[in-house]
C-alpha cells in the first residue's frame, strides 16, 4: 500500500494545487477534516475508498484522478501488477483497471467480493451512472429501497449519485465489472 498512497499523495496535491484550493477549502467542500487530508498529501495516511469518494466527490472529479498514475496511450493492464483497494476486512477488493483521465467520463474497474462481503457506497456526484455487469457469482445491490440480485452474465445500470451498495451473500466469490460515467 505505501505506493498507492504515495500515489493518492502526490495526485491530491497536485490536483489541489491545479484547483488552487487551501486544506480548509478542501476540507469544506469533501467533509474531511484539515488534518487527515494534510496526512494523505503528506503520504502519512492510508485513506479507505470511501475518505477517497468523499474527496473526489467533494471536488467533483473522477475517483481514478486520485488514485491512478497517467498512462500512455495505447498500454496492457495486467491485474497481477494492479495494487487493489481494500475494505471489509479483504473481502471487497477493487482494481481500477481504466482510470478517467485527460477528460474522459468514465472508469473501469473490476471488483471481487469474498463470501460474506460488501460495501456502502455514498453518492459518486450528480447524474453519475454505474454499469456493472456480473462475470461469476451473484451480486446484490442496494439503490434506495430497492435491491437488485445480479447473477453471472446479467449486467445492471443505476444512478450512483445516491447512496448505494454492493454484496456477496453467496457461499462463493463474485466478480463484476463496473464501470462508473460521470457526465460532468
Excluded at 69 to 89: H, W
Excluded at 149 to 171: L, P, Q, W
Aim: net charge negative; proline share 4%.
Amino acid at each position: 500500500m505505501k505506493d498507492l498512497n504515495q500515489i493518492v499523495a502526490n495526485n491530491l496535491k497536485r490536483i489541489r494545487e491545479e484547483m488552487k484550493l487551501s486544506l480548509d477549502k478542501v476540507a469544506d467542500l469533501t467533509d474531511v477534516s484539515k488534518g487527515m487530508l494534510r496526512q494523505i498529501e503528506a503520504g502519512e495516511s492510508s485513506p479507505t475508498i470511501k475518505t477517497i469518494w468523499k474527496i473526489a466527490s467533494g471536488l467533483k472529479i473522477p475517483y481514478t484522478s486520485i488514485i491512478n498514475i497517467p498512462q500512455p496511450e495505447t498500454f496492457l493492464v495486467l491485474k497481477e501488477e494492479i495494487e487493489p483497494q481494500v475494505e471489509d476486512d479483504g473481502r471487497y477488493k477493487v482494481y481500477s483497471i481504466f482510470p478517467s483521465e485527460d477528460g474522459r467520463k468514465v472508469e473501469v474497474y473490476t471488483i471481487e467480493l469474498e463470501k460474506g462481503g460488501s460495501f456502502a457506497s455514498n453518492s459518486h456526484g450528480e447524474r453519475t451512472q454505474e454499469f456493472i455487469t456480473v462475470y461469476e457469482g451473484v451480486l446484490t445491490i442496494q439503490v434506495d429501497d430497492e435491491e437488485y440480485s445480479v447473477k453471472a452474465g446479467d449486467s445492471i445500470k443505476f444512478m450512483a449519485d445516491r447512496a448505494h451498495a454492493y454484496s456477496n451473500r453467496t457461499e462463493h466469490l463474485t466478480r463484476a465489472s463496473m464501470v462508473i460515467y460521470y457526465p460532468m
